[in-house]
Structure formats: C-alpha cells, structure tokens
C-alpha cells in the first residue's frame, strides 16, 4: 500500500518511534531485553524467537524488536489495538499479552525444546513437598500426582492464556500490515494526545472515531493483505487524514486565540451570544447589530450538497430542538438541546401519528444534511397557527428527549449558551434582544448570529456523521405518503 500522493500539511508525517516521549526508556527496556535474548540482526531466520520491547498506547501497544546495530527499530514487528469501547477486560488482557517473557532453561544438548523458570522452580519445590507429604503419610499415587501438576501448569496455562486475551484485541504482524497500521497510528496517536489534555468536544468524538476506524482497519488486515483490502483502507485512511487536519486547525485556532488574550475569559469562554459551555467554541463573531437582518437562513448544511430543482422529500435532514434542561449524569454539563435525524419522528415510542406528519412536514423541500430547527417550522406553519393540523410538537419533542435518554436512538445533545438557545428558538428573521450592562444599551442578535449558531452545531455535527449517520432507532414507522 502506497501512502495518500496529497495529504494535507497539517496531517503529520513523522512515523512513529519507540517510545518517542521518553528516549530513555527505549535505551533501558532495549538493554534489559538483551539480556534475556538476543538482538535483531541477518542472521536471524525465520524460526528465530526475538526478544521484542512493548510498549503501550492509549489506543493499543507496539512491539519493537531491538536492532543489531544499538539504534532504534523503524518499523514495529507487531501492532495491537484494543476496542473502541475497550472494557477493564480488554486492557487486562493488553497487560497481559505485553508481559516481559518468561525467562527459560534450555535442557540438555541432546534434547531439543525448554523449560519455563517458574516451571523448574515449582518442580523442585513440588519434589521436596511430595517427599514431605509421602513421609506424613499421605499415598503416593496422591502426592506425586500433584507435585507434577503444578510445573506442567506453570508450563501450558500462560499459553491458553495467551489465546483468551488475544480474543479481546487486534494485533497484525508482518512488514506491509505493520508499516500501513503504523500510518495510521500516527494519525491517531495525535489526536489521542490532543484529546486528553483538552476538554473539548470536537476533540474527544475525534479520537473516538479514530479508534473505531484503527480497530477496523486491525481487522481488515487480520483477514486480508493490504493488497485485496487496499479499497477499504484507503477509505480509513483518507477519513484518519481528515480528521488529522481538523484537530491540527482547532488546535491552531485554539494557540491564536491563546496568543490574543482570549485564554484569560471566564471558564465559560464567554463569547458575543453568553458563555459557551466547555468544547463549543464560536465562529466568526457576530457584530453587534441594531437594525434587523435582511437575509436569513432556513437551515444550515453541514455538507456542500446540490440544490434540488423540484419540492421533492428528502429524508436525509436534521430536527434540532430546545427542551427542558436536564443532567446525564452527576456532574455533567446541563444538556438543552437537542438534535435527531428526521426518521426518529418515526419512532413507535413517539405520539403518533403527529410525529409521521411532523416528518412529513419536516422532509419537504429540503437539502441533504440540512439542519432544521423546531421554531423554522413553526415559522412555516403560519407562525404555529397550523401546528393543530400537523401534531402537538410539545409531546413530540418530549417523547424524542425520552428516546434519546434511554439509547434507542443516536442524538447530538448540546448545551448551548442561553443566547444561542434562545435563537434556534426563533423563526428565521425574528430578533433576540438583551441588554448590555456595561455598554448600558440593547443589542440585537438577528439571523446572521442564527446562522452563526447552527454552523457551530453543525461543526459537531460533521465529527459526529463522520464515521456513519445517526441511527434513527428501529422499528420504524413507515413514513406518510405527500398529498397530491
């Protein structure tokens, strides 16, 4: 597999290097393997047992074999990764399948194989309890039996071990599975960095999407060679460079901002429509205005898509919505906001039919990707005077919180600032006004601070969607036919 011919320049390209944060400790795990086997070199053969350094990731852990020459390896000899959702099951058995190997005793010239330490130690120590116990008076055809066990344990379970965690994980070896897992692994070992030492949102879902598509491509490998999956990881690849250069330029916008004094702002990161919660940063920000907008936006698209010419329905779209303020969980940020694909309207669990007449209202003459607040129906509606003919949003929206709260369905759920809310909360070329204590006058937040708003919402929304859509739920409802 040959690397992307155009990367982006932010997507960083420096591969990977055993234990690149701590020099010394590939020196001193190097040294300490050399003496329990022996280094890498051309004589080795293909049956030749390497003594390998591990080293452990966020995301999986490395296997490096130490070169004859006293440098450092370039290419890992083996590549583990764990699950996205990686349990306290999974990282026990990464633990496990990382352990320094067991030191062994070769056994006579003649005889071929060797014997575990911890298996001679215990036959010894089983020699000296047998005789023991035989002298106490216990039979023979008891005590001899079990002080051979305990060394054949010690010599066959580390294996059937070895076999149980390697359930639990993904590893490939071999240069070409290796070197392309590696490519990865940079990309996302970035991002990984970048996510722990931030609280930020964007950040977080791009890492977790990074070990999705790392575990994927593990598996991939596992089953194919890079040559017969090359159209599959390609497509990783290319989805591991996007999102290598979007956390490179929120990272870069985060230092300007840094540098431009922004970073001493209450921990709210107090911005023109209130304080944003942690992880939702502002685009441009909006100017104050006193006159009304004259250009308003019915949505907002996530994706650059083609215009349709004709009314047409179009299902791939977005219902975001404001609801009652809620926890989920002690000590989380207060959730207010919600957004679902429109199918969720279909949804046995909520009122019907209104939420199949809601969809049906909601997927008319629409652009693909295009978010749609509650209050642009509303404003569609008449103003809300022809909401009785379509459904009572009210129990709709609860319903969908409720869908949301209890996993059946995927949901982007924000909390946003009290001005950004109160501005998806109204129709396309209404006006938010609130008063400026310090200026001592109005300032009026329009459509184009709207539109602001639902471009950040759609920010979210495109890290969220990278990977695959949100799911609706199952067992849907089928959708109500246009009246001619």
């Given at each position: 597999?040959?690397?992307?011919?155009?990367?982006?320049?932010?997507?960083?390209?420096?591969?990977?290097?055993?234990?690149?944060?701590?020099?010394?400790?590939?020196?001193?795990?190097?040294?300490?393997?050399?003496?329990?086997?022996?280094?890498?070199?051309?004589?080795?053969?293909?049956?030749?047992?390497?003594?390998?350094?591990?080293?452990?990731?966020?995301?999986?852990?490395?296997?490096?074999?130490?070169?004859?020459?006293?440098?450092?390896?370039?290419?890992?000899?083996?590549?583990?990764?764990?699950?996205?959702?990686?349990?306290?099951?999974?990282?026990?058995?990464?633990?496990?399948?990382?352990?320094?190997?067991?030191?062994?005793?070769?056994?006579?010239?003649?005889?071929?194989?060797?014997?575990?330490?911890?298996?001679?130690?215990?036959?010894?120590?089983?020699?000296?309890?047998?005789?023991?116990?035989?002298?106490?008076?216990?039979?023979?055809?008891?005590a001899w039996p079990l002080a051979l066990l305990a060394p054949l344990l010690a010599e066959h379970l580390?294996?059937?071990?070895?076999?149980?965690?390697?359930?639990?994980?993904?590893?490939?070896?071999?240069?070409?599975?290796?070197?392309?897992?590696?490519?990865?692994?940079?990309?996302?070992?970035?991002?990984?960095?970048?996510?722990?030492?931030?609280?930020?949102?964007?950040?977080?879902?791009?890492?977790?999407?990074?070990?999705?598509?790392?575990?994927?491509?593990?598996?991939?490998?596992?089953?194919?060679?890079?040559?017969?999956?090359?159209?599959?990881?390609?497509?990783?690849?290319?989805?591991?460079?996007?999102?290598?250069?979007?956390?490179?330029?929120?990272?870069?916008?985060?230092?300007?901002?840094?540098?431009?004094?922004?970073?001493?702002?209450?921990?709210?990161?107090?911005?023109?429509?209130?304080?944003?919660?942690?992880?939702?940063?502002?685009?441009?920000?909006?100017?104050?205005?006193?006159?009304?907008?004259?250009?308003?936006?019915?949505?907002?698209?996530?994706?650059?898509?083609?215009?349709?010419?004709?009314?047409?329905?179009?299902?791939?779209?977005?219902?975001?919505?404001?609801?009652?303020?809620?926890?989920?969980?002690?000590?989380?940020?207060?959730?207010?906001?919600?957004?679902?694909?429109?199918?969720?309207?279909?949804?046995?669990?909520?009122?019907?039919?209104?939420?199949?007449?809601?969809?049906?209202?909601?997927?008319?003459?629409?652009?693909?990707?295009?978010?749609?607040?509650?209050?642009?129906?509303?404003?569609?509606?008449?103003?809300?005077?022809?909401?009785?003919?379509?459904?009572?949003?009210?129990?709709?929206?609860?319903?969908?919180?409720?869908?949301?709260?209890?996993?059946?369905?995927?949901?982007?759920?924000?909390?946003?600032?009290?001005?950004?809310?109160?501005?998806?909360?109204?129709?396309?070329?209404?006006?938010?006004?609130?008063?400026?204590?310090?200026?001592?006058?109005?300032?009026?937040?329009?459509?184009?601070?709207?539109?602001?708003?639902?471009?950040?919402?759609?920010?979210?929304?495109?890290?969220?969607?990278?990977?695959?859509?949100?799911?609706?739920?199952?067992?849907?409802?089928?959708?109500?036919?246009?009246?001619?």
């Amino acid at each position: 597999m040959d690397p992307l011919h155009t990367p982006p320049r932010t997507a960083p390209q420096q591969p990977l290097r055993p234990f690149a944060c701590d020099p010394k400790r590939w020196d001193k795990e190097s040294s300490r393997a050399l003496r329990a086997g022996h280094a890498r070199g051309p004589a080795c053969s293909a049956e030749c047992e390497l003594v390998l350094v591990y080293e452990r990731t966020g995301w999986g852990w490395l296997a490096w074999t130490v070169p004859a020459d006293g440098g450092t390896p370039e290419l890992p000899h083996r590549v583990g990764v764990l699950p996205p959702d990686a349990t306290c099951t999974d990282r026990l058995a990464v633990y496990w399948l990382t352990r320094r190997p067991a030191r062994r005793i070769g056994l006579a010239a003649s005889v071929p194989g060797s014997l575990r330490c911890a298996a001679a130690v215990l036959a010894v120590i089983g020699c000296v309890a047998a005789l023991h116990a035989v002298g106490a008076g216990v039979p023979a055809g008891i005590a001899w039996p079990l002080a051979l066990l305990a060394p054949l344990l010690a010599e066959h379970l580390p294996g059937r071990f070895d076999e149980r965690a390697s359930e639990h994980v993904r590893s490939v070896e071999g240069d070409a599975a290796c070197r392309y897992l590696q490519r990865l692994a940079v990309l996302h070992t970035c991002r990984v960095r970048a996510a722990a030492g931030s609280d930020r949102y964007e950040l977080r879902r791009s890492a977790e999407i990074g070990q999705n598509l790392l575990w994927d491509a593990a598996g991939l490998l596992q089953s194919q060679d890079t040559r017969s999956a090359s159209a599959q990881l390609i497509g990783r690849e290319r989805l591991m460079v996007q999102l290598a250069g979007q956390v490179t330029q929120i990272l870069e916008r985060t230092r300007t901002e840094s540098r431009s004094g922004t970073e001493n702002q209450p921990s709210g990161q107090e911005g023109p429509l209130g304080p944003y919660p942690p992880g939702f940063e502002p685009a441009t920000p909006p100017t104050r205005r006193r006159e009304p907008g004259t250009a308003p936006l019915k949505g907002y698209r996530p994706m650059a898509q083609a215009q349709s010419d004709d009314d047409a329905r179009t299902t791939d779209v977005y219902l975001l919505f404001a609801h009652e303020p809620y926890y989920p969980s002690p000590g989380t940020q207060e959730i207010n906001t919600t957004l679902v694909a429109a199918a969720s309207l279909l949804h046995p669990r909520v009122r019907q039919p209104d939420g199949a007449r809601i969809h049906d209202r909601l997927t008319q003459g629409r652009e693909p990707g295009e978010i749609i607040p509650l209050a642009t129906l509303t404003h569609e509606l008449g103003g809300g005077a022809d909401w009785p003919q379509v459904g009572d949003w009210e129990t709709v929206t609860t319903d969908l919180v409720q869908l949301v709260r209890a996993g059946e369905c995927d949901a982007l759920s924000l909390g946003l600032p009290e001005i950004a809310r109160a501005l998806i909360c109204t129709g396309p070329y209404s006006q938010v006004r609130a008063f400026d204590a310090v200026a001592g006058e109005f300032i009026a937040y329009g459509p184009a601070e709207r539109a602001a708003v639902l471009a950040e919402v759609g920010t979210f929304l495109t890290c969220l969607v990278a990977e695959q859509d949100l799911w609706p739920g199952d067992g849907l409802l089928p959708s109500l036919t246009r009246p001619v």
